[in-house]
């Protein structure tokens, strides 16, 4: 655990130190992001701060690959060169967003050779816990491989859309499957800790946290395109990496770890954020829009037009993010019987705040009657 809570320590300070740098490239090279009708900003701010979150990323895996305790992970060099090859890619495919503005299609293009390069390096969908389906099909595991990398990205994409949510967001999922990947190497093997997915969260969950002070509100720098692509890959690359682990989880998978979790948690982790792409997607498609096309009615969007300031808002969706991703990791530790409950209370509070504005006026609008 020393290890990771060192890595967690150089993504951290690198991406603090870096940040700043990238904003005043980002104020030399594109000056401030224009506003734009669903923005909730009144200044315009610099973009590219994911570049500091992605130079983080790799530092920490230049330093990981140096440390004995780690060396595992290194033994086969594809699955790193692959994850190190796809953070250049979507380095350049965000920087020239976040310039240029590309097409929707040419960002998709991106993507999929980003998807690509992650199946080809040899980290590819091999297995679907539910019923412990084995997928034979290597055409069908790129393919899926690859719809997993797409999704998770976009879906990140999509939430960042108020100052460190889409960070903060990234941190407390990164930590959540942090701790379930550490306790999977644990309990596979007691005398080699080293886990490629636990390597990966460490690093985004250090790389996140430094570069959140900077992007809090009021936020001094955006994480662009670049920042919320890296963290959809480095979530997904992960997802995919525990599936590898399947035949070692069979001899104890009803112990220590249920049998659903390597399918659960992942789902839990980005679950608002692919909540909030399934509605918009629907919500535009319903309106003969492109599902790629933008707009106002994001789930953060209705918090801040339905009475929370943007801190309020965010905090909240924090809140969500760790009932639902913490709330999946707790069933490794405690008993089930007891979570219930528990969980269940937490949830209907979450629920009561997250209503609250709503549920305000409706009581001043009966008072008023």
């Not at 020393?2 to 870096?18: D, E, H, N, R, T």
């Not at 792409?277 to 037009?305: C, E, M």
Request: glycine share 8%.
């Amino acid at each position: 655990m020393k290890i990771y809570l060192l890595l967690i320590a150089v993504a951290c300070v690198a991406s603090f130190a870096l940040t700043p740098v990238m904003r005043r490239a980002g104020l030399l090279v594109m000056g401030a992001a224009p506003l734009r009708d669903r923005d909730v900003h009144v200044m315009p701010i610099p973009k590219l701060g994911g570049v500091a979150i992605v130079a983080a990323i790799v530092i920490g895996l230049g330093v990981a690959s140096q440390i004995e305790f780690l060396e595992g992970v290194f033994t086969d060099s594809r699955p790193v060169m692959g994850v190190l090859v796809a953070a250049g890619l979507v380095l350049a495919i965000g920087v020239a967003d976040d310039i240029w503005d590309l097409r929707w299609y040419f960002k998709l293009v991106g993507q999929t050779l980003v998807g690509l390069v992650v199946a080809f390096s040899g980290i590819r969908l091999e297995a679907m816990p539910v019923g412990w389906i084995h997928i034979q099909n290597t055409t069908l595991q790129i393919v899926l491989t690859v719809f997993l990398v797409v999704l998770t990205m976009n879906a990140i994409n999509f939430v960042d859309g108020l100052d460190g949510l889409a960070a903060g967001m990234a941190a407390i999922g990164a930590s959540a499957f942090f701790i379930y990947s550490y306790v999977l190497a644990r309990t596979i093997n007691q005398f080699d800790h080293s886990n490629f997915s636990a390597l990966l969260m460490a690093l985004l969950l250090g790389a996140c946290l430094g570069f959140l002070p900077h992007n809090f509100n009021p936020a001094r720098i955006f994480m662009g395109e670049s920042g919320a692509m890296i963290i959809g890959l480095m979530m997904s690359v992960a997802a995919i990496a525990v599936t590898a682990d399947l035949d070692a989880l069979g001899g104890f998978r009803f112990r220590n770890v249920p049998a659903y979790m390597p399918i659960l948690l992942p789902i839990a982790v980005i679950l608002l954020p692919l909540t909030d792409l399934l509605l918009a997607v629907i919500r535009r498609t319903a309106t003969g829009r492109s599902p790629f096309s933008a707009d106002r009615g994001h789930l953060h969007h209705k918090l801040v037009d339905g009475g929370y300031t943007q801190r309020q808002a965010v905090l909240l969706l924090y809140l969500w993010s760790a009932l639902v991703a913490y709330g999946v990791v707790s069933f490794n530790f405690f008993d089930w019987r007891v979570l219930v409950p528990v969980l269940s209370v937490l949830l209907v509070a979450a629920a009561y705040l997250t209503l609250q504005p709503w549920l305000s006026r409706r009581r001043a609008g009966r008072g008023d009657a």
